[in-house]
C-alpha cells in the first residue's frame, strides 16, 4: 500500500457515507477483549473487509469491524479487532485505522491489550495502566511519510499517554483497585512467546510488561495529537525463574475474565469526558 493522505480521506468518507457521525473517542480493543462494544448504542457496523484501503485482520480470534455509536452521549468509534506485525503487515497498514479515525474526528483514544507481565508484584487477570513505552518492533509507522499532511515526523513523545486522563482512570467510579498499578510497556515483535532469559532481558531493560501491539498506534496518535490512554491485561506472569507454559487459548481466556472491569472503566472515563 502506498500511503497518501487521499487514501485515509477516502476511507473516512466511506465510513460517514455508511452512517458514521463525528467520535470524539476512538477505541482500540486487544487480545479476548470485547466487551466494550456491548456498551455502545445505536451501533452502526461496518466490515474492514469493505472499507477501503483496510488491511483484514488474519487473527481468527480477533473480529474484524469498525463501530460508530454512543456511551453515554459521546460518540464513538471502536475497532473490534486491531493489526499486528506478526501477521505480516507493515506499519502504515497497521496505524491506517488511527489516522482515519482521526479524519473522522477523535481526540481521545483509548487502547487496550493483553500482555505478559514481568514485574514480580503483577499477577494473572491485573488491569495496568501503561505509562510509558519502549519500542522493540523493527520498524515505525512514521518512516517514509515526508507529507506534512500527516505531522510532523520528528514526533515528540516526552508524554506519550495522556497524565489526566491516566488520573481518571484511577479515579473511575467502578474502579475497585485504587489507584490502578502503572507500567512501563515493551512491545515485540513475536508472534512467538519468549524465552526464560529473554524475559530476563526485557525486564532488565525498565519494562513491567511485554506485548506485540499498541506502540505503533501510538506513536502515530501522538503524530497528529490525539490524546492516549491504554491498559494493559495481565495474561501470564513472566517470572523466568519459574516460567509455565502458556498458549494462545490461556491468555484469551485470562483476558476474558478482565474484559467487564476494564469496559467499565473505560464507559466511566469517556462519560466523565463529556462533561468536561
Ligand atoms: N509476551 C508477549 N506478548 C504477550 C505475552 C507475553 O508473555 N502475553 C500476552 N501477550
Not at 455502545?40 to 474484524?64: A, C, D, L, Q, R
Not at 515505525?140 to 513523545?157: E, K, W, Y
Not at 512491545?187 to 530476563?200: D, F, H
Request: with cysteine; proline share 6%.
Amino acid at each position: 500500500m502506498n500511503l497518501t493522505y487521499d487514501t485515509v480521506k477516502e476511507s473516512a468518507y466511506y465510513l460517514q457515507q455508511s452512517g458514521f457521525g463525528v467520535p470524539t473517542v476512538g477505541i482500540v480493543l486487544g487480545t479476548g477483549l470485547g466487551n466494550m462494544v456491548e456498551k455502545i448504542s445505536n451501533p452502526v457496523s461496518v466490515p474492514y473487509s469493505s472499507i477501503p484501503y483496510f488491511p483484514e485482520s488474519t487473527v481468527e480470534f480477533h473480529k474484524g469491524s469498525l463501530i460508530f455509536g454512543q456511551v453515554g452521549d459521546t460518540n464513538v468509534v471502536i475497532m473490534q479487532g486491531r493489526f499486528h506485525y506478526y501477521e505480516g503487515f507493515t506499519m502504515q497498514q497497521i496505524t491506517f485505522p488511527i489516522r482515519v479515525m482521526k479524519e473522522l474526528g477523535i481526540k481521545y483514544l483509548f487502547l487496550s491489550n493483553a500482555a505478559g507481565g514481568m514485574n514480580p508484584a503483577f499477577r494473572k487477570g491485573d488491569l495496568v495502566i501503561v505509562e510509558d513505552h519502549i519500542n522493540l518492533l523493527p520498524d515505525n509507522p512514521l518512516r517514509g511519510l515526508s507529507d506534512p499532511l500527516f505531522g510532523q515526523r520528528f514526533v515528540d513523545m516526552s508524554q506519550p499517554y495522556d497524565a489526566e486522563l491516566m488520573n481518571m482512570l484511577d479515579t473511575a467510579t467502578s474502579n475497585e483497585h485504587t489507584p490502578l498499578q502503572r507500567g512501563t510497556y515493551i512491545s515485540v515483535m513475536g508472534p512467538n512467546l519468549e524465552t526464560k532469559a529473554e524475559y530476563r532481558w526485557l525486564r532488565s531493560t525498565g519494562a513491567d510488561m511485554v506485548g506485540m501491539s499498541t506502540v505503533p498506534e501510538v506513536i502515530v496518535a501522538n503524530q497528529v495529537g490525539i490524546k492516549c490512554v491504554a491498559v494493559s491485561v495481565i495474561t501470564d506472569e513472566c517470572d523466568p525463574e519459574n516460567l509455565q507454559p502458556i498458549n494462545i487459548s490461556e491468555i484469551i481466556e485470562i483476558a476474558g475474565k478482565s474484559d467487564k472491569i476494564l469496559s467499565q472503566l473505560f464507559e466511566d472515563v469517556i462519560k466523565q469526558l463529556s462533561k468536561n
